[in-house]
T-cell receptor, first 107, second 112 residues
Framework: AQRVTQPEKLLSVFKGAPVELKCNYS??????LFWYVQYSRQRLQLLLR??SRESIKGFTADLNKGETSFHLKKPFAQEEDSAMYYC?????????FGGGTRVLVKP | EAQVTQNPRYLITVTGKKLTVTCSQN?????MSWYRQDPGLGLRQIYY???????DKGDVPEGYKVSRKEKRNFPLILESPSPNQTSLYFC???????????FGEGSRLTVL
């Protein structure tokens, strides 16, 4: 079974500092990878997907097949980035989520 | 408004009492899925459905049943709930298996 690992349960950063959320996957094929985000009192929603190669809300994520990683980065964190972030990997018809990382951006 | 609707949002029940959590989407999505969310474990897929009458097991299907008789509905059935099924459940749908998943608000279930 595929596995998605997010090693940090909690990331606390100050406003304006860079933030990086780590994600490693186990799928050996050609993965489709996503980042989902859940803001307080909101539904879980798609943040970005690797095939789009786009930046959403200042976040980017690069797929590194050699390291089987899909880390999420933002150079200057904002308070509104405080949320729960989930990395996910699509294998066949199954979408597997990591355990999630809670990000707290302090003023 | 395009959305995924789950009911009930909160439920406390007792061991062995059958219950159904309904899920409905109004976006004509083909793919629907159920997840449970537990602290430290993230979201784990219970069952998914590629289309009407097509369902398959996810990673943690034991103790659950689903059906997909209509495209818009994908109920989750707990025939004989047990305390280890106490969890937060999410239904989600997407246009296709690779599409953006749209989530419901979640259903918090407690089994005593």
């Amino acid at each position: 079974a595929q596995r998605v690992t997010q090693p940090e349960k909690l990331l606390s950063v100050f406003k304006g500092a860079p933030v990086e959320l780590k994600c490693n996957y186990s799928y050996s094929g050609s993965p489709e990878l996503f980042w989902y985000v859940q803001y307080s009192r909101q539904r879980l929603q798609l943040l970005l997907r690797h095939i789009s190669r786009e930046s959403i809300k200042g976040f980017t994520a690069d797929l590194n097949k050699g390291e089987t990683s899909f880390h999420l980065k933002k150079p200057f964190a904002q308070e509104e980035d405080s949320a729960m972030y989930y990395c996910a990997s699509l294998s066949g018809n199954k979408l597997t989520f990591g355990g999630g990382t809670r990000v707290l951006v302090k003023p | 408004e395009a959305q995924v609707t789950q009911n009930p949002r909160y439920l406390i029940t007792v061991t062995g009492k059958k219950l159904t959590v309904t899920c409905s989407q109004n976006m004509n999505h083909e793919y629907m899925s159920w997840y449970r969310q537990d602290p430290g474990l993230g979201l784990r897929q219970i069952y998914y459905s590629m289309n009407v009458e097509v369902t398959d097991k996810g990673d943690v299907p034991e103790g659950y049943k689903v059906s997909r008789k209509e495209k818009r509905n994908f109920p989750l059935i707990l025939e004989s709930p047990s305390p280890n099924q106490t969890s937060l459940y999410f239904c989600a749908s997407s246009l296709s298996r690779t599409g953006e998943l749209f989530f419901g608000e979640g259903s918090r279930l407690t089994v005593l």
